[in-house]
T-cell receptor, first 116, second 112 residues
Framework: QQQVKQSPQSLIVQKGGISIINCAYE??????FPWYQQFPGKGPALLIA?????SEKKEGRFTISFNKSAKQFSLHIMDSQPGDSATYFC???????????????FGKGTLLTVNP | DSGVTQTPKHLITATGQRVTLRCSPR?????VYWYQQSLDQGLQFLIQ???????AKGNILERFSAQQFPDLHSELNLSSLELGDSALYFC???????????FGPGTRLTVT
């Protein structure tokens, strides 16, 4: 059962354009939603994260939009640059009573290509 | 650079063999998570340790095991290797009470 569904699988955007990647989740207990960026041969790098009590979070050119009722969240990359070309993963985790286990459930990833 | 180190970077071995992957978390991080990344399954959580104790298990095979040592580094042991175990193995660390996880560069395992 895929708990976090990510789309599209791949995305091609022109330099300066807006890249939009969407994720939908099923488990309403999820309460932390990070996005990771992965370049070939590297590990995933934490980009930005949001909690469900906030509808939007912006850090530089990266914005997360969150819709709790629809169980959806998305990553917007404004003014996309060729250096943003990478694979992007959305993820989700559940808090627990122990407060120390926050395993991540990942989407399948989106390969973003930004053409110059 | 996340501050998480993993060794070796690449590992090529034969079916039936046993290997050990090593992870050193960021300074001060008590929690270590292991993930497997493959083309068909994506990134999957395997197991988590917190300050030396196992805290959570995910899709980890019985042939796989892990431990976290007093100096907080962790090792993932993979035995009776099969072709399907070929994948990237990442560890991530976090402070423990915080949600942010920082990933290492990974170990690419190839089973021939």
């Amino acid at each position: 059962q895929q708990q976090v569904k990510q789309s599209p699988q791949s995305l091609i955007v022109q330099k300066g354009g807006i890249s939009i990647i969407n994720c939908a989740y099923e488990n309403t207990a999820f309460d932390y939603f990070p996005w990771y960026q992965q370049f070939p041969g590297k590990g995933p790098a934490l980009l930005i994260a949001i909690r469900p009590d906030v509808s939007e979070k912006k850090e530089g050119r990266f914005t997360i939009s969150f819709n709790k009722s629809a169980k959806q969240f998305s990553l917007h990359i404004m003014d996309s640059q060729p250096g943003d070309s990478a694979t992007y993963f959305c993820a989700a985790s559940v808090s627990n009573s122990g407060g120390s286990n926050y395993k991540l459930t990942f989407g399948k990833g989106t390969l973003l290509t930004v053409n110059p | 650079d996340s501050g998480v180190t993993q060794t070796p970077k690449h590992l090529i071995t034969a079916t039936g063999q046993r290997v050990t992957l090593r992870c050193s978390p960021r300074s001060g991080d008590l929690s270590v998570y292991w993930y497997q990344q493959s083309l068909d399954q994506g990134l999957q959580f395997l197991i988590q340790y917190y300050n030396g104790e196992e805290r959570a298990k995910g899709n980890i095979l019985e042939r796989f095991s892990a431990q976290q040592f007093p100096d907080l580094h962790s090792e993932l042991n993979l035995s009776s290797l099969e072709l399907g175990d070929s994948a990237l193995y990442f560890c991530a660390s976090s402070v423990g009470g915080l949600r942010e996880q920082y990933f290492g560069p990974g170990t690419r395992l190839t089973v021939t």
